[in-house]
């Protein structure tokens, strides 16, 4: 038996070992063949490191994003490399998370941060899409698939807060108060592309799009919604049926003519949550109809009889019209905006004896 081992370094540092064995004979290992070896093992140390070089670019910059810009290798990227593509903008970010980590010391505040990306990173990548960048506890992702961005992108919110649930398992058992999060997902065509200047460069996303998803995100802590999604990722949703709908409201965004009409994925709630919604979807549905046709008294009859159907098992919210309100916009039963805008429709919604005001952000 012959066995003969060398190592492979790069600049001094181990990275690995050569090692070959021969069980037939005790001399099979020449000193020509060891020559051999010994110019073989620089060769493989080289691919090695550039092996390791390529993997730990794709943790900085995605290979997709590469692609969208039609590069394959980051040393061929310019400054303003643009193209335009259909994408799913998709926003996440933690509820209350300064009050969360005041708790924690610096290091275990970045640990803590770690341990949850870990689990909500796999949902995004494993379902098609790319992070694009980490602001603070936000993730910000892209999901680029022709014709099946929407779909993978509402998918992969769903998966983040099942993954989010397995991570609060081990986080409340050790004391800690439960992480919750909000997502924004919309589609739209935006310009990925370089920026920066001529010693510092960034591959980005810009357009419209983006800032709308920015902008459902934040209104997931209005309406304590885990998951809101557009009305222009519903409509490129290629089977909408796999998701329980429901709209949550219409919101007026900067540059536009028209109102956005938003919905919650009930699928991302937890079932207290999601089966009580289900069971009311349609008066809901109904109710809406009647608020944006300002129909005071048609919505204060669906808004009633959503509130009974909620009493049987929780108590219905008491106080102030004002109070009343918030509490449905809060369990998501009514759409979100400033109580009191429409205060010409209280005398009827009184008579009702439905909350008044409330808006949809029209």
């Keep these: 038996m012959s066995a003969l081992c060398a190592p492979i370094t790069h600049q001094g540092r181990p990275l690995g070992v050569l090692y070959f064995e021969n069980d037939l004979s005790s001399a099979a290992f020449t000193a020509d063949r060891v020559r051999v070896l010994e ?11 550039n092996v390791r070089l390529l993997e730990a670019q794709t943790r900085f910059v995605p290979m997709q994003f590469l692609r969208s810009l039609g590069r394959d290798d980051i040393v061929d990227v310019d ?3 643009h193209e335009l593509k259909e994408v799913s903008i998709f926003f996440s970010d933690i509820w209350g998370y300064t009050p969360l980590v005041e708790k924690l010391g610096a290091g275990e505040s970045l640990s803590f941060l770690n341990r949850y990306f870990a689990h909500a990173e796999p949902a995004i990548t494993e379902g098609g899409g790319f992070i694009d960048t980490y602001v603070g506890d936000g993730v910000m992702a892209l999901f680029d698939a022709a014709s099946l961005n929407a779909q993978h992108a509402v998918q992969a919110g769903v998966a983040m807060h099942r993954g989010l649930e397995r991570f609060n398992g081990a986080w409340v058992s050790g004391g800690q108060d439960p992480v919750r999060t909000g ?13 920066g200047g001529l010693h510092s460069l960034k591959c980005g996303v810009v357009g419209d799009a983006v800032n709308v998803a920015s902008r459902l995100e934040r209104l997931t802590r209005r309406t304590r919604s885990r998951l809101l999604v557009s009305d222009e990722t519903v409509q490129r949703l290629q089977n909408p049926a796999a998701f329980a709908l429901r709209r949550a409201g219409r919101v007026r965004v900067k540059g536009r003519h028209q109102p956005l009409v938003i919905y919650e994925v009930l699928d991302a709630e937890p079932a207290s949550v999601r089966e009580p919604r289900l069971r009311t979807l349609a008066t809901h549905e ?4 009647a608020y944006f046709a300002a129909d005071v008294r048609a919505r204060a009859r669906g808004l009633r009889r959503v509130r009974r159907r909620r009493a049987r098992a929780t108590p219905s919210p008491a106080g102030s019209r004002r109070a009343r309100w918030e509490a449905l916009v809060r369990d998501g039963e009514a759409p979100p905006g400033r109580v009191g805008r429409h205060r010409r429709y209280s005398a009827s919604a009184r008579r009702a004896g439905t909350p008044a005001g409330g808006g949809g952000g029209r």
């Design 79 to 81: 400054l303003g490399d």
């Design 183 to 195: 997502i924004g997902i919309n589609t739209g065509v935006v310009t990925m592309s370089t920026i």
């Design 286 to 289: 109904a109710a809406l109809d």
């Design 39 to 49: 110019v073989l093992a620089p060769t493989l140390a080289v691919s090695i490191r």
